[in-house]
């Protein structure tokens, strides 16, 4: 049973770039979430995927876009990269008929570093 | 937003004795779910133990048990029989109907186990 798998597993960019992420969910979740961790923070939501569609948006600016195709996978788009940008990306995948008890299912994240 | 917070950056505790680590929240909702995460060096989140706020009895999971003080907005973490593995970052996590699909994560605790 293949869990969450993100891609690449680290990515370096320089300021003004723009980078693409990859990531399909756990087998049988239809449900897509980013989130952005900061060194030595927690992880902040940026928004969830669900029909192909933005169901719901944490506090980014609108430079973070994503998509999500009709297998489920995802991609978070980060156009005119910020030093601030640099952190640790993860996905979380989830199945849209569960309960509010259930947990949000992680990749390993892809680590992004904007110089 | 809601708020999460765990006031300790840094834990340690002996192999095999047992260590609690802290997490309070800021909500006005009755009806709720909090959760666990453990986060080792693999980056990978892996949800360690879940409360539903309705539930009076506080959830175990092996050695894993958390106290949930409903009236102090309070949910620690309590390992019992520490072990080398248990070494990683723990985060404590909200969720709400209101929040929707939003996880709302602290800071994190990073626990060391001394053999």
């Known amino acids: 049973d293949a869990g969450v798998t993100q891609s690449p597993t680290h990515l370096i960019k320089t300021r003004g770039q723009q980078v693409t992420l990859r990531c399909s969910p756990k087998s049988g979740h239809d449900t897509v979430s980013w989130y952005q961790q900061a060194l030595g923070q927690g992880p902040q939501f940026i928004f969830q995927y669900y029909e192909e569609e933005e169901r719901q948006r944490g506090n980014f600016p609108d430079r973070f876009s994503g998509h999500q195709f009709p297998n489920y996978s995802s991609e978070l788009n980060v156009n005119a990269l910020l030093l601030g940008d640099s952190a640790l990306y993860l996905c979380?995948?989830?199945?849209?008929?569960?309960?509010?008890?259930?947990?949000?299912?992680f990749g390993n994240g892809t680590r992004l570093t904007v110089t | 937003a809601q708020t999460v917070t765990q006031s300790q950056p840094e834990m340690s505790v002996q192999e095999a004795e047992t260590v609690t680590l802290s997490c309070t929240y800021d909500t006005s909702e009755s009806d709720y779910y909090l959760f666990w995460y453990k986060q080792p060096p693999s980056r990978q989140m892996i949800l360690v133990i879940r409360?539903?706020?309705?539930?009076?009895q506080n959830a175990t999971e092996n050695r894993f048990s958390v106290n949930f003080q409903k009236a102090a907005k309070s949910f620690s973490l309590k390992i019992s029989d520490s072990q080398l593995g248990d070494a990683a970052m723990y985060f404590c996590?909200?969720?709400?109907?209101?929040?929707?699909?939003?996880?709302?994560f602290g800071t994190g605790t990073s626990l060391t186990v001394i053999p």
């Open positions: 996590a909200y969720r709400s109907p209101r929040t929707g699909n939003q996880f709302y």
């Open positions: 979380a995948s989830s199945w849209a008929g569960s309960s509010y008890n259930s947990p949000l299912h």
């Open positions: 409360q539903e706020a309705y539930k009076q």
